[in-house]
């Protein structure tokens, strides 16, 4: 019997998160899959490992009651399997120990993990041995890559250059940070030269004796011994023999690819780039009538005035733009466009510097509105998923939102998907990373990137203007986007992980059958 | 007593604590009860030597080394929780300001901050940076009015903008008397035998006990913030519950745990039934609308409207605020 085992990386509230959960619908399939061709392929078990923070931000893990789960699946009630894997499969999964997982990982035939961050901030493999066991050449394995990890270090590092704890940087140290940035804006990537650079910054500030170096680690040396724990993790893989390096975007395949070489000096192998499966998008297949009601609540509470709205959909940070969101919206007002601005973010609480500055804006030119869903307000929309879907269907009925992604850092761009997918909303973006990539592609339109502030204020007024002339449809290609909705369906997506694995396993089968053939042969020869 | 029963104890006190309001029982308090024993029940796991290894090897190590001794391994334990607790708990008043000391120390230690003994910089996850962010703060609150009541106690007139300029110093101090126990523990166990093993056993376990009681305090007061995020209330809380004795009812309900599994052997108690493991349920966030209501028949459409979330909303002080309401 073939033993494939997924360990699920729940750590965070995050696109790692929201993947996993994905890829968990897309496993579910496969094994329906291949329960339908038991008689040809044998018995196959498959194995779901959760790992997750537990109340003192310890890493614990738990084995989920695989057939209980493909039990709801049979049943279709994804709603119940959604809920439950954001609970971090509680109720049909057992806590186990780091041994447990140790040996049930080592003792499967294909181990897809679905963070390559799976052992950085977790305490389980403070030892390098327990990472090595984990990656040890026994098996196959898929690891994905879901995030840009040079472009992630460098913008760490520009907030570690914008943040009051450093007080000898010197300047020069500085422009070299902020030109990388800035030079990565530019191109919408960031080019060997630069990764380079970028990782003779980290060695100086890992290794120099400078004051500026030495105050740097004081402050964060916990950032560079995470470097140095993604540099050993990549490294590992670079040696394994039967590994798949499974990456969103091209553009992020190519990022790690060259850093990892950057910095290893060897080359990751095998490279696959998938899209990220979207449990969403199974929710819609399966739940088009609830998201109908949803939708025409939403429809008649923001089908009144004819006011243009700006969505912005994220978390509450830097890197995210929402600063440039909030200026943007600043800008329109003040110019006096009665905008409104619906923010979905989990963290907007009335005592966060953001919701303070809206309220300022709105007060000080008597204009324009604000409408804030989020966790941190009790009216999240994302608690229950189909009321967002709800929700985007409905402002993509008024053919007057415009979903805005002013992020600097992008792997993939789910939120963007989303909004595109179930809204066919008009998308303006920062032309970056994964977005710049789905431009290419032709799911995002061309005309609606941006590269700096100045870009994105002159465009969305420019769009404004196009809205209120009823062009709204001349930006939206929503051909492109049914081909995309296909591309990231967890159910259409199995297929694409069952080649992948049924390649692995035979790779595998037949490297063993080699060697064995080679050994008999010796024998003969002896003999 | 079971630490749930602790919790609840302690809360049943408060509830007749006029200082705190009525009012504010009832809105905070009682919530902070019902999640705050969830939580000790989830600590009472970290308690049981089949669920927690590392307990299992510091007992089964120190029962082991003890007996080899000819040292009653009960008897040890014992006078090895007397010199914790008169250490810790011995100045009534003082045992908390040991005991928040030791945790904005900790805090301070995972935003970054070198140990003040040893030196030693921690690596800690964005998470633990987050809490610890919190727990700082909110003892910054509560350890200058704490240490300022202590000084006012014995005669020392000192206000507390002055120890809230000194801080990190008391607290570093206090740190290290905390820590310190283990030492004065070893140094124990070296006057009784020369056994090295012994010697490590013991301090081994009495370092797991001490570990699990600060990481209980530790997250009873993550669990309180993320209940109620209001530094100063979580702070006024902690204040009267170090007052009416929760930290050391708390410690002692855990060595009484403990002590339950010292001089006998593990495999007995292994045959005993498993507890159901609710450790996730603590952690998740309140769910404002679970999935499984909205798979409910709907009644009719004006009871589905008040059901969806509604926007909050920022308008011009001009316009009427219509948080929650259609718009």
Do not use: C
């Not at chain 1, 007080?167 to 030109?179: C, E, G, L, M, P």
Request: proline residues 3%.
């Amino acid at each position: 019997m073939k033993k494939l085992a997924v360990l699920l990386d729940h750590r965070w509230d995050s696109g790692v998160k929201t993947f996993s959960i994905g890829v968990s619908l897309s496993f579910l399939k496969l094994y329906e899959l291949l329960e339908l061709f038991k008689n040809k392929l044998g018995d196959v078990e498959i194995d779901f490992y959760v790992m997750a923070y537990n109340h003192y931000s310890k890493v614990e893990y738990f084995k989920v009651d695989f057939n209980e789960l493909y039990g709801i699946y049979k049943n279709k009630d994804i709603k119940r399997i959604i809920e439950l894997a954001n609970k971090n499969y509680d109720g049909i999964s057992e806590r186990i120990g780091l041994d447990d997982i140790l040996n049930e990982l080592s003792g499967s035939d294909f181990k897809f993990i679905t963070s390559v961050g799976f052992g950085i901030y977790n305490d389980s493999f403070e030892k390098k041995e327990d990472l090595d066991k984990i990656l040890s050449n026994n098996g196959a394995y898929m690891i994905m890559f879901h995030t840009n990890y040079p472009g992630n270090f460098l913008y760490n590092l520009v907030e570690f250059m914008n943040s009051d704890g450093l007080k000898n940087t010197s300047k020069r140290t500085k422009n070299k940070i902020y030109s990388l940035l800035n030079r990565k804006l530019i191109r919408g990537y960031i080019d060997d030269r630069d990764q380079k650079e970028l990782i003779d910054i980290i060695e100086y500030l890992s290794k120099s004796n400078t004051e500026e170096a030495i105050e740097f680690r004081n402050k964060y040396g916990w950032w560079l011994d995470e470097v140095e724990k993604y540099t050993y993790t990549f490294r590992k893989l670079t040696e394994l023999k039967n590994v798949i390096n499974l990456f969103p975007t091209y553009i992020v395949s190519d990022s790690n690819s060259r850093f990892i070489k950057n910095v290893s000096r060897s080359n990751i192998k095998k490279r696959i780039v998938l899209h990220e499966p979207m449990y969403m998008i199974t929710l819609d297949k399966y739940y088009k009538n609830e998201i109908e009601e949803y939708k025409k609540y939403y429809l008649d509470l923001y089908n009144k005035g004819n006011k243009i709205n700006l969505l912005y959909v994220g978390r509450r940070s830097k890197e995210k733009g929402i600063d440039d969101i909030i200026r943007l919206f600043e800008d329109l007002v003040k110019e006096g466009e009665d905008a409104r601005l619906v923010i979905l973010s989990p963290d907007f609480g009335e005592d966060t510097e953001e919701y303070k500055k809206l309220e300022e804006i709105v007060n000080k030119y008597k204009r324009g509105e604000i409408h804030i869903y989020s966790k941190a307000l009790g009216n999240s929309l994302h608690e229950y998923p189909l009321y967002y879907m709800g929700l985007l269907k409905a402002l993509g009925e008024l053919n007057s939102t415009i979903y805005i992604n002013p992020t600097y850092l992008e792997s993939f761009g789910l939120s963007t998907l989303e909004a595109i997918i179930f809204g066919k909303l008009l998308t303006i973006y920062r032309d970056v990373d994964g977005l710049k990539e789905l431009k290419e592609e032709g799911y995002l339109n061309d005309q609606t990137a941006f590269r700096t502030y100045e870009d994105l204020v002159n465009l969305t007024k420019k769009i404004i203007e196009e809205i209120k002339n009823g062009k709204y449809g001349e930006y939206v290609n929503k051909k492109a986007i049914e081909i995309l909705e296909k591309e990231v369906d967890p159910e259409e997506l199995a297929y694409e992980y069952a080649k992948i694995i049924g390649e692995m396993i035979y790779d595998q089968l037949k490297s063993e059958y080699n060697n064995l053939e080679v050994q008999s042969k010796g024998i003969e020869a002896v003999a | 007593m079971a630490l749930d029963d602790v919790v609840k104890n302690a809360f049943a006190q408060l509830s007749t604590d006029a200082s705190l309001g009525q009012q504010v029982y009832n809105a905070v308090i009682s919530s902070l009860s019902d999640t705050l024993q969830a939580t000790a029940k989830q600590i009472e796991m970290q308690l049981d030597p089949k669920v927690n290894k590392s307990l299992k090897y510091a007992i089964e190590g120190f029962n082991i080394n003890s007996t080899k001794d000819g040292i009653d391994p009960s008897q040890l334990y014992g006078e090895m929780g007397n010199i914790y607790k008169q250490n810790i708990f011995g100045n009534g008043t003082f045992s908390n300001i040991y005991l928040l000391s030791t945790l904005y120390i900790r805090g301070l230690k995972k935003l970054g901050y070198p140990d003040p003994i040893t030196g030693r910089r921690e690596i800690a996850t964005r998470q633990e940076r987050e809490n610890a962010q919190n727990i700082t703060n909110i003892i910054a609150e509560l350890l200058p009015e704490s240490l300022s009541q202590y000084y006012q106690s014995i005669g020392k007139n000192v206000t507390k903008s002055e120890i809230m300029a000194n801080l990190d110093k008391y607290a570093s101090i206090l740190y290290g008397a905390y820590s310190g126990v283990t030492n004065l523990i070893g140094s124990y166990i070296i006057s009784k035998t020369p056994n090295i093993s012994l010697l490590e056993s013991s301090t081994r376990l009495m370092s797991t006990l001490n570990e699990t009681f600060i990481s209980t305090m530790e997250g009873s007061i993550y669990t309180m913030y993320s209940k109620l995020q209001i530094p100063e209330a979580v702070a006024l809380i902690l204040g009267k519950m170090g007052q009416i004795g929760l930290y050391n009812n708390t410690f002692d309900e855990m060595y009484r745990k403990i002590g339950s599994y010292i001089g006998q052997g593990l495999k007995q108690q292994q045959n005993q039934p498993v507890v159901p493991q609710p450790v996730q349920q603590v952690n998740q966030p309140n769910i404002q609308q679970p999935m499984q209501q909205a798979n409910q028949p709907r009644q009719n459409q004006q009871n589905q409207l008040v059901q969806f979330p509604q926007p909050h909303v920022i308008r011009p002080l001009n316009q009427p605020q219509q948080n929650q309401q259609s718009i």
